[in-house]
């Protein structure tokens, strides 16, 4: 069975370009997660969507967004890229929204797309 | 004040030790608790939950203090394929997961 995918695995933007991670949930999972790991930190909340509804949103800027397609497949989108943005951005797929999943670890990682803004 | 916050290390042991190291958080809302592995470039993977009564996996043993509000994680007769870093992971609210900064653990020869 496959895993979560992301594409691409690597990317190389200039600031105040404009960037679109894609992710693919685990088949039958209706949730994803996107976060965002600097070297040396722990992964940060950026959204959770789930059946295509926004569910939460991280502390993150407005050049942050995302989506989730009818397939539940998701897209994140970062706009006018900053240096700081440079970092590990992981998609996570659940079969749940809520409670139930975090209690039994239900979230499953996908191996990241890793973008350097130059 | 951040929300999950973990001892860096790192942590060097040999082979077949003894290794722990604790975690703080600071929502006593917190709901459901965890403890990830992530090896180096690569996605975290779940390592175990954490039970209020502590719980064992194998050679891991998790524990929590709901009224002190930390977590620890003790991994006994280390393995060189122990080496990694262990994320504790702490449940928000239903649709969150905050992460601390990671503990690094090394298992020499």
């Known amino acids: 069975d496959a895993g979560v995918t992301q594409s691409p695995t690597h990317l190389i933007k200039t600031r105040g370009q404009h960037v679109t991670l894609r992710c693919s949930p685990i088949s039958g999972h209706k949730s994803v997660s996107w976060y965002q790991q600097v070297l040396g930190q722990g992964p940060q909340f950026i959204f959770q969507y789930y059946e295509k509804e926004e569910r939460g949103r991280g502390n993150f800027p407005d050049r942050f967004s995302a989506r989730q397609f009818p397939n539940y497949s998701s897209e994140l989108n970062v706009n006018a890229l900053l240096l700081g943005d440079s970092a590990l951005y992981l998609c996570?797929?659940?079969?749940?929204?809520?409670?139930?999943?975090?209690?039994?670890?239900?979230?499953?990682f996908g191996s990241g797309t890793r973008l350097t803004v130059v | 004040r951040k929300e999950v916050e973990q001892d860096p290390g790192p942590f060097n042991v040999p082979e077949g030790a003894t290794v722990a190291f604790n975690c703080t958080y600071s929502n006593s809302a917190s709901q459901s608790f965890f403890w990830y592995r992530q090896d180096c470039r690569k996605e975290p993977k779940l390592l175990m939950s954490v039970y209020s009564s502590g719980n064992e996996d194998g050679r891991f043993t998790a524990q929590l203090n709901r009224a002190s509000q930390y977590i620890s994680l003790l991994i006994r007769d280390s393995k060189l394929s122990d080496s990694a870093t262990y994320l504790c992971v702490v449940n928000i609210n239903d649709y969150k997961l905050s992460f601390g900064a990671g503990t690094t653990v090394t298992v020499r020869a």
């Open positions: 996570a797929s659940s079969p749940y929204a809520s409670g139930t999943t975090l209690s039994q670890g239900g979230y499953t």
